[in-house]
């Protein structure tokens, strides 16, 4: 991602960015790279959460932008959590 990165000054679409975390984390399941479980696990579930919002609210995903902010508020709730740890 990094040359599409720099030659959009990182203001990727959405989708992009959640599919993005979607493949390091299929990566993962090819890889022994455990100790990067925890985020890679984190970034899809986020990854996941955003893109539900988004067709949600009807968005263009495919607008340039970045990161989404909308999954700080998912860990907020002690069963996103627990699901989380159950994930793990």
Same mark, same amino acid.
């Given at each position: 991602?990094?040359?599409?990165?720099?030659?959009?000054?990182?203001?990727?679409?959405?989708?992009?960015?959640?599919?993005?975390?979607?493949?390091?984390?299929?990566?993962?399941? +090819?890889?022994?790279?455990?100790?990067?479980?925890?985020?890679?696990?984190?970034?899809?579930?986020?990854?996941?959460?955003?893109?539900?919002e988004? +067709?949600?609210?009807?968005?263009?995903?495919?607008?340039?932008?970045?990161?989404h902010?909308?999954?700080?508020?998912?860990?907020?709730?002690?069963? +996103?959590?627990?699901?989380?740890?159950?994930?793990?």
């Open positions: 991602m990094g040359q599409a990165e720099q030659k959009s000054n990182g203001a990727l679409p959405l989708n992009v960015r959640c599919w993005e975390r979607s493949d390091r984390y299929q990566a993962l399941w +090819n890889g022994t790279d455990l100790p990067r479980a925890v985020p890679l696990v984190i970034g899809l579930i986020e990854g996941s959460v955003c893109l539900k988004l +067709n949600a609210a009807q968005r263009d995903g495919w607008a340039p932008r970045g990161h902010a909308a999954c700080r508020d998912y860990w907020e709730d002690q069963n +996103n959590r627990a699901y989380l740890l159950f994930t793990l």
